[in-house]
């Protein structure tokens, strides 16, 4: 029996194809496409599962800023572009705190489904380091939420 190995085969990985997700009429519809460029994940998430990733930070993220957001709906600003704030390149920074919120939550949920079960050491080392990934996603998240809204950031551990 012999065996004839050949090089791999170049594949052009399909360009990502953006799909718009709305999520109300308060918050600004995402682009997949462009979430998935500004997260640097590259091709190794399929369009499905990243888009399954962005509709959760959504809800995620969304959910936690439902109590804000009622606020402002009360104060007569019917979107988040409409209220209030600085202007960073002719966008509000509102909506780029928004938008760094779900690229965090995507980052980290996306880390979570990547770890290892292996049980070697270099497992247990790459685990290590994606845990170390999904925290600070997690805060970077927390952080931009607590921007968002105008409340200070605070972390606090337990010793």
């Not at 270099?122 to 809204?149: F, H, K, M, P, T």
């Amino acid at each position: 029996m012999s065996l004839i190995a050949l090089p791999p085969v170049d594949q052009e990985l399909p360009e990502p194809q953006g799909q718009e997700i709305d999520a109300g009429p308060f918050w600004p519809e995402q682009d997949t496409a462009q979430l998935r460029a500004l997260a640097q994940l590259g091709g190794e998430v399929s369009d499905d599962r990243f888009r399954e990733a962005a509709l959760n930070a959504i809800i995620a993220v969304t959910r936690d800023l439902e109590d804000w957001r009622a606020a402002q709906v009360a104060a007569g600003y019917e979107s988040l572009d409409a209220v209030p704030a600085q202007q960073v390149n002719g966008e509000s920074a509102k909506i780029i705190l928004f938008r760094r919120a779900l690229l965090a939550t995507i980052r980290a949920d996306l880390a979570e489904v990547s770890r290892d079960f292996d049980a070697t050491a270099a497992g247990d080392q790459r685990s290590a380091r994606l845990e170390d990934v999904i925290n600070d996603q997690r805060r970077n998240a927390r952080w931009a939420i607590r921007d968002l809204i105008g409340r200070p950031r605070n972390t606090v551990e337990l010793i």
